[in-house]
């Protein structure tokens, strides 16, 4: 059976570093070679050089620092040999179509025979690279794009030649999907594939609406980013982050590969990029593009197209983007958006409608199907909605109204499913209870299924397709099949409250009599932010001391329930798994987590302690009450997966999915490997603290850091009652205690904090700024 027990990757720039990171990410061991660097004493120094800047990446490249350990770096010249070791070689040279030819005949004769070979070209006609090569190496031969930076962008685009071998495509989708938690998108092998020919459309159509109707910089980064399902870099901001040179060759080279698109001129770089260029304003890694930071308070500061110069970033606002923000819905806001007659809903119009006319046209020439379109584009491009997805919210019929009314063409398979009666590209299809969807062939002006994807469960088709088992507004009941419950949050952030735990112990009920495994799981932006803020200020102000320590009771009752439940309990945390999240995370049987993991009790940065029994089971998890202070008292929050490992905030046999998509499926398959065996225990009483010696060593580190100035007086006395659960509640000399009289205790200090001005303060700085507040 293939595997891939060592990777090659063959230059060590931006792109080939990261690559050679994430399969680090993997667990892979990687041989990372470039070219050696005339005149340097270290003939590995390009290679190394890229280790090290993937390892200050910002964000980071590697999961934990510890898996660049995984890369040997070496030289074209010295190390070639080693590929004939490796399972898979990846080129990611630079974009020369000669420099990567004559690096391969170099490879061909040293290779494996059943060694994969690929390129991550980013637009070169793979036919043009691997021309004149034998049969056994085009057989193994194809692209693989991956985007920057690989760890965190969902694409992988995969472009087989002409001769590739079927089983080598099947095995490269498989390990790319399942080992590297990429997203494989099937591309055909045309200019920029598909993600960078509508991406540089999408981006050239903003450049065009901004300099002929006027906008400013910053306008058009108002109008793009969150607000209409982009990323909150939005588009210039966005550009300084990828490269303004990148951009202006990307565009310059797709203008010349694309002699025969009608749209072709929409890519000639326009003159403000021309000269970004050539005065080296190429944003980030030049220290100003279109943004730049000035003066030691770093203000930012924004580019006048007109004049290159350059002026204190101004805040904008445009009474139907207000609006349109309270609309949660993001289609409804789309949909208000695009109807209205101002600046905004003319720029958005102008956008939209030609985007959606481009990738129209585009099928069949890049993608046989939309599907793939919509894909490569929300996980390329980090857009909430592809294309046709986002024709769909739109309105398809009312959308291509408006444009034939406008006297514009339509692409004729629009036309044709115009006149098929479709009404959108995509349908709902549930058949007896079981989820289904279609899409519309453009080819063949009819509806064909979309395939389930195997190992993919997706919870919104199931509630549509059979209904829920219990509902309120911030919980659901769904039955996922083969006898698992699951328990999903979806209220807003996943904040948790009263509904919360009602649906916890319900879910836990439900199980023990129906069901043989509960998860809990959710597609959220994150799994939890952590307990509803704004219900416990307001219990704070109004002094309702009683329902407040109700509600925390509650959650520390819910928490247990699910510790001691009697049929195994998994949770799923994924992202931004804070506060309350990571204490419900802390109390399951097992975790199935996402490798993007930020996982971490952060209370502190409210002014207030875990209440949830987060200090409880993190004492007894890592059993020294020195390590638990730090990690609660400092806030610490995991930047992956594997780091909340080291962390302790999930145990060694925890569950890790590369890839999220199969994160609840991977989560129900480790439920029903639990349940035959399970055997649930019951609440601890011989938890053994430290008492006051323990109290005073916490106590004195608090003090250190204060003096250090690292931490306010408010933060000692927050240290001060984490220590006192730690230890006990400060008892005379080591003692054994039970797990509800550590909860008391946890309970009790949460309490007393939010009576303080400085807590208060804290908690209404975070829900105004969304950042801590140091007082």
Same mark, same amino acid.
């Given at each position: 059976?293939? &595997? ?35 005149? *340097?004493?270290?003939?590995? *120094? ?99 794009? !991956? ?20 089983? +080598? ?72 982050? +990828? ?42 890694? &030049? ?30 606002? !445009? ?37 959606? +006319? ?23 491009? *980090? ?9 769909? #919210? ?14 514009? #063409? ?18 709902? #299809? ?279 100035? !690292? ?38 200090? !949460? ?25």
């Amino acid at each position: 059976m293939r &595997t891939i027990r060592r990777a090659a990757v063959l230059g060590a720039g931006t792109m080939g570093a990261r690559i050679a990171a994430h399969f680090a990410n993997a667990g892979i061991p990687v041989d990372l070679l470039d070219i050696v660097v005339a005149g *340097a004493a270290d003939r590995n *120094a390009a290679a190394k050089k890229g280790i090290e800047a993937a390892l200050k990446q910002k964000p980071a490249g590697f999961f934990v620092d510890a898996s660049a350990g995984l890369i040997r770096p070496g030289n074209f010249e010295d190390d070639l040999g080693r590929v004939e070791e490796c399972d898979w070689i990846i080129e990611a040279v630079v974009e020369n179509l000669d420099a990567k030819r004559d690096l391969w005949r170099k490879v061909e004769g040293l290779r494996r025979p059943d060694a994969i070979v690929s390129t991550n070209t980013s637009g070169i006609p793979l036919r043009q690279i691997s021309e004149g090569f034998s049969a056994a190496f085009r057989a193994h031969f194809l692209g693989t794009h !991956f985007f920057n930076p690989p760890r965190y962008l969902h694409l992988m685009e995969m472009i087989p030649g002409a001769d590739t071998r079927a089983d +080598v495509i099947a095995f490269v989708t498989d390990f790319c999907d399942r080992r590297l938690g990429k997203g494989v998108v099937p591309c055909k092998d045309t200019p920029n594939f598909i993600a960078n020919r509508l991406g540089s459309f999408f981006g050239s159509t903003i450049g065009k609406i901004t300099f002929e109707d006027d906008w400013t910089i910053e306008e058009v980064d108002a109008v793009t980013g969150g607000l209409i399902g982009l990323p909150n870099s939005a588009s210039y901001r966005l550009l300084d982050i +990828v490269g303004v040179d990148v951009m202006y060759l990307v565009n310059r080279n797709l203008y010349d590969a694309v002699p025969h698109d009608p749209w072709r001129e929409r890519f000639v770089p326009n003159e403000i990029l021309s000269k970004m260029v050539e005065r080296k304003w190429l944003g980030d890694k &030049t220290g100003q593009g279109f943004f730049k930071r000035v003066g030691p308070a770093k203000e930012i500061h924004a580019i006048d197209w007109k004049t290159m110069e350059y002026h204190p970033a101004r805040k904008v606002s !445009f009474a139907s983007v207000e609006q349109a923000r309270q609309i949660e819905d993001l289609g409804a806001r789309l949909r208000a958006l695009v109807t209205g007659t101002d600046r905004v809903g003319v720029f958005l119009w102008k956008l939209f409608s030609d985007y959606v +006319v481009y990738a129209a046209s585009m099928v069949p020439e890049i993608s046989d199907r939309i599907v793939e379109i919509d894909h490569a584009m929300r996980w390329g491009y *980090a857009h909430k909605l592809g294309p046709f997805e986002l024709w769909d #919210a739109l309105g398809f019929v009312e959308t291509a109204k408006r444009i034939a009314g406008e006297g514009r #063409a339509l692409p004729a398979n629009v036309e044709r499913m115009l006149a098929a009666g479709a009404t959108s590209f995509y349908r709902d #299809a549930d058949r007896d209870g079981q989820p289904g969807c279609e899409y519309f062939d453009l080819n063949r002006a009819a509806y064909a299924e979309v395939a389930p994807r195997p190992g993919v469960l997706e919870l919104a088709p199931i509630k549509r397709a059979r209904g829920v088992v219990k509902q309120n507004t911030g919980a659901s009941l769904i039955d996922v099949g083969d006898g698992v419950l699951c328990l999903e949050f979806h209220s807003k952030m996943n904040t948790l409250g009263e509904d919360h735990f009602a649906m916890i112990h319900a879910g836990i009920e439900e199980t023990a009599r129906n069901f043989e495994a509960m998860i809990i799981a959710n597609h959220g932006a994150d799994f939890s932010a952590g307990a509803n803020l704004v219900l416990v200020l307001l219990a704070a102000q109004e002094e309702e001391w009683d329902e407040l320590n109700s509600a925390i009771h509650r959650f520390q009752q819910a928490n247990m329930a699910i510790k001691y439940a009697p049929k195994p309990v998994v949770v799923a945390p994924f992202a931004r798994t804070l506060g309350g999240g990571c204490e419900i995370s802390l109390h399951a049987a097992r975790c199935q987590a996402s490798a993007e993991l930020y996982m971490g009790l952060v209370e502190v940065g409210v002014g207030v302690i875990p209440g949830g029994g987060g200090c409880k089971e993190l004492l007894l998890r890592l059993k020294n009450p020195q390590k638990v202070f730090e990690l609660v008292g400092l806030a610490k929050v995991s930047t992956s997966a594997e780091d909340a490992k080291n962390l302790g905030l999930l145990n060694k046999a925890d569950g890790i999915s590369m890839n999220q998509e199969r994160l609840i499926a991977d989560a129900k398959a480790l439920a029903l490997s639990l349940a035959p065996s399970y055997a649930p225990g019951s609440p601890r009483t011989d938890v053994k603290v430290g008492g006051e010696s323990v109290f005073a060593a916490m106590k004195l580190y608090a003090w250190s850091m204060r003096q250090g100035n !690292f931490i306010s007086d408010h933060d000692v006395l927050i240290a001060e009652k984490i220590a006192g659960v730690l230890s006990g509640g400060r008892l005379s000399g080591e003692q054994t205690v039970s797990e509800q009289y550590l909860l008391d205790l946890e309970r009790e200090a !949460f309490l007393s904090l939010c009576g303080t001005r400085k807590t208060q303060e804290r908690m209404q700085a975070m829900l105004k700024t969304g950042k801590p507040l140091r007082n």
